[in-house]
């Protein structure tokens, strides 16, 4: 029996290699103990489990790449069209 199609493509390949990669990781967290943020010395502290920690710095990761794609998508949209409508932008021949 051979494998399907899609398992031979490479862009699943190394897809695959990357989650399992990252569900190792995040498992291996689960078992450190936990990490101490002081905000404020001798006041305010509060414990994070690493596993968390990893899950929401993904998170941010991902969102923060998104939104500052989007930002550049719309500075250069905004870009092109003012450059479309200049009139060294048209090449007018006459035959």
Not at 10 to 21: E, T
Not at 34 to 55: R, Y
């Amino acid at each position: 029996m051979s494998a399907p199609a899609f398992a031979k493509n490479p862009r699943f390949i190394i897809g695959a290699i990357v989650v399992l990669w990252l569900a190792y990781i995040i498992h291996s967290a689960i078992h450190v103990s936990p990490v101490q943020i002081k905000l404020i010395p001798f006041l305010v502290a509060f414990q994070i489990n690493v596993s968390a920690l990893i899950v929401a710095s993904a998170i941010f990761g991902c969102v923060a790449t998104l939104v500052i794609q989007w930002l550049w998508r719309r500075r250069r949209s905004k870009n092109g069209s003012f450059s479309a409508v200049t009139p060294a932008a048209s090449s007018n021949t006459v035959a």
